[in-house]
């Protein structure tokens, strides 16, 4: 199959290429993001292969039906960013990675807890700077503290494991409770009563209209005083106007954030030599007490392979069989 891929990296090109080197598709990597602007690089391609912050809305759909494209192949799992009524109604079928690496999450989302309760970030530059004081690094044992996990899906379940053998006490709330959570001992409360109980609040859910600004200022008032709150899952969860008065009166007392609700023309890119015009995100790395990292939780030598490898034997499974050869969300034909 005639594949272009967008928003290619050197390290999506190394992983794809190797999981193609059987299967033998016409990979063309292409550097620019998937807008409606540049869908038309895809004329000649049955396929697209898309990331995160690749445009796919109605308008991109269109243009990407109208040069020929019949499959949209995603490298995520989340799949907010896709109009699914309009592929739907132009005939594209879309795929997506529903599980690749939960645990790369999970020990991203872990490490950002300990980094921020240890100010292991701050400690860092301290030492390089011979300032070897201790004042302002206090942290708190994690072992006997409630931690909140809001989605116990695969991520989220992953997590609950790691913090369950740190010894914490895990509150969680799904509308789909999992048997296994409640087995480790994990209990399953409304939201407000996680919010409220919780010195750590981890979120674990998908973007989805119902989870838009999940965490705004009333949710935000119902946290405990100093609460630690991490993002890994996706930006818009979290209402930054918010997050950024919860900081400012020390509600929240420590912000962990891998996505960004406006990180779509900031991450997975060098920005180091531009003025950045976004003053939210600028106003957040001001605070010592918030450690954001650029969608990075993913990236994972295991998560890239398993990405690549199935990315790659959809488009197969697909060009021998059609559509009716993968399954599961957000299959659509
Ligand atoms: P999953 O589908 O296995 O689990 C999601 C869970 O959230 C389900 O149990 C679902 O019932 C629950 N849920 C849905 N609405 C909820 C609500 N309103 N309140 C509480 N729980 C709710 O998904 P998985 O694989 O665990 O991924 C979770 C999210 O992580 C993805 O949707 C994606 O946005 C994000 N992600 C982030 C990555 C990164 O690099 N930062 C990489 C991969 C995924």
Known sequence: MRVAVFSTK??????????????GHELTFLESRLLPQTARLAAGAE?????????????TLTALADVGVRVVALRSAGFNHVDVAAARQLGLTVVRVPEYSPHAVAEHTVGLILALNRKIHRAYNRVREHNFALTGLLG???????????????????????????????????????????A?????????????????????????????HLIDSERIAQMREGVMLINT??????????????????????????????????????????VLGDDEFSRLNTF???????????FTEEALHNIAGTTVAQLTAIERAGPDAVTGPPRVC
């Open 10 to 23: 050197p390290y999506d090109r190394d992983f794809l290429s190797t999981a193609n080197e059987a299967a």
């Open 47 to 59: 396929a697209v292969c898309a990331f995160v912050n690749d445009d796919l809305g109605a308008p």
């Open 140 to 182: 708190f044992d994690l072992h006997g503290r409630t931690v909140g996990i809001v989605g116990t899906g695969k991520i989220g379940m992953c997590v609950a494991r790691i913090l369950t053998g740190f010894g914490c006490r895990v509150l969680a709330a799904d509308p789909y409770p999992s048997d296994e959570a409640r």
């Open 184 to 212: 480790l001992g994990i209990e399953y409360v409304p939201l407000k009563e996680l919010l409220a109980e919780a010195h750590v609040v981890t979120l674990h859910c998908p973007l989805t209209p119902d989870t838009h």
């Open 233 to 274: 899952s996706r930006g818009a969860l979290v209402d930054t106007h918010a997050v950024i008065g919860g900081l400012k009166r020390g509600h929240i007392g420590y912000l962990g954030l891998d996505v960004y609700e406006e990180e779509t023309d900031l991450f997975f890119e060098d920005l180091s030599d531009h």
């Open 288 to 298: 010592p007490n918030v450690l954001v990292t650029g969608h990075q939780a993913f």
